[in-house]
């Protein structure tokens, strides 16, 4: 097996023509990514995890220099271009930035969506003020990706600019034998508003690993609502981990969504730094066969006058699992904090499983915090009414899926990207 070297991370940099800051902090990440360990059950973020059947250790492919026409792209994609609406979009086919469409009128009016190697030459100032700031070496996986990532999307929103309709970012594997690790990084300016899409597909792939990091800068009175739609096909291990960085008044509405693959981990975070910044954390996810799904998520609430309001919602079928583990973190000078925590899960056979954690950290004391979690299996009672009105079975079963995940779903008001989710839990409830 090749090693995960210095070789690998000088070589990857050189080719993607990075500036020496960027190689400068790779190799930072690299040291950090020798020196922690592997997680195990042992560690009480990984104690329902096994890692003993992941493609750990393998090395990243490298760029090939792929281009692609819009005719030319993955059917998968075309598919969805067909069912959504953006303003502007990037296609990744593994390492390689395939195919971009940035209108000329938004790239007058300052927006700036193209990869991160491209970024960097075009922009040094903007990235170098942002990449590695909210997501660096903070775990194994995280140094992983922060040393030997080959490819990213970059997207900057000049102050004051409001985009009326999404972008969106397109990530697709088609090979499995080697480990593929991406970033997205999003930068918007005071009172910026940007609506981000990031989806993850795949054919089904021999084990696979995947690795994606994004990190979110929004300074004072920025708006952005972000959606991470994951539907591997199996075999792909997905590690994600995001963070988003809040300054005074700014608001992310934020959506992560788990279909597919054999796992899928996300960590995330919303950093409230500034009085006035909120959050809005939504999840979704639906498992069947042996797939697991983790979440790990943080509202943390460094300064006054703060709110965050997480709802995540799953459903879990066959020998499927699914784990959440929440934390509201209040420090001293968060006076004022409303910060809310919910998950809620259904399970729909005996052998599969939830795992369901919230936590509350309290250092400030005139605040409101609450949280909740609920996990049970389909009511025999409300079957029975829809089958005693004439449904089968598994179509009265599919209905009460729907109803469970609908407050999640009607918080989507992306009309185009609520109604693929929607189809999606549709196709994988019937299976």
Not at 38 to 58: F, Q, V
Not at 282 to 300: A, C, E, I, M, P
Not at 357 to 365: D, M, S, T, Y
């Amino acid at each position: 097996m090749q090693v995960l070297d210095k070789t690998q991370v000088e070589a990857i940099s050189q080719a993607l023509g990075e500036p020496a800051w960027a190689l400068k902090k790779r190799l930072e990440a690299l040291e950090a990514f020798a020196r922690l360990p592997y997680p195990s059950r042992k560690d009480e973020n990984w104690r329902y995890t096994d890692l003993s059947e992941a493609p750990l250790d393998r090395p990243v492919e490298a760029p090939k220099g792929l281009s692609l026409t819009r005719d030319t792209l993955p059917e998968a994609v075309k598919r969805r271009l067909e069912k959504t609406d953006v303003a502007a979009f990037l296609v990744f086919v593994g390492p390689d930035l395939v195919y971009a469409e940035v209108p000329k009128e938004l790239k007058a009016q300052g927006l700036v969506l193209t990869s991160l190697a491209e970024a960097m030459r075009l922009h040094p100032e903007k990235v170098e003020a942002s990449l590695f700031q909210a997501v660096f070496t903070e775990d194994k996986f995280a140094a992983q990706n922060s040393a030997f990532f080959t490819h990213g999307a970059f997207l900057y929103v000049p102050a004051g600019l409001e985009l009326e309709k999404p972008v969106g970012v397109f990530k697709v594997l088609l090979e499995g034998s080697k480990a593929s690790a991406g970033r997205s990084l999003l930068f918007l300016e005071d009172n910026a508003k940007a609506a981000y899409i990031e989806e993850y597909l795949s054919p089904d792939l021999p084990p696979t690993l995947h690795l994606s990091a994004t990190e979110m800068v929004l300074r004072p009175g920025a708006r952005l609502r972000h959606a991470h739609v994951e539907t591997f096909g199996d075999g792909v291990w997905h590690f994600h981990r995001q963070r988003a960085l809040l300054e005074r008044d700014a608001g992310l509405n934020d959506l992560v969504v788990n279909l597919g693959g054999a796992y899928a981990r996300s960590e995330v975070a919303s950093e409230l730094l500034g009085p006035g910044s909120e959050s809005e954390m939504l999840g979704l996810y639906f498992g069947h066969g042996r797939q697991q799904f983790d979440h790990y998520t943080l509202q943390h609430h460094v300064e006054h006058h703060t709110r965050s309001d997480l709802l995540y919602k799953g459903a879990v079928k066959d020998e499927a699992r699914a784990v959440f583990s929440g934390l509201i973190r209040l420090e001293r000078g968060a006076q004022k904090t409303d910060a809310y925590q919910a998950n809620r899960n259904l399970i729909l056979s005996p052998t599969a499983r939830v795992d369901s954690i919230p936590q509350l950290e309290i250092g400030a004391n005139d605040v409101r915090c609450t949280h909740g979690s609920t996990t049970a299996p389909v009511d025999e009672t409300q079957l029975f009414y829809l089958q005693s009105r004439g449904l089968p079975r598994a179509l009265a079963q599919e209905l009460l899926v729907k109803a469970h995940l609908a407050d999640v779903l009607t918080r989507i008001p992306l009309k185009a990207l609520r109604a693929h989710i929607e189809a999606v839990i549709e196709e994988k409830v019937r299976l």
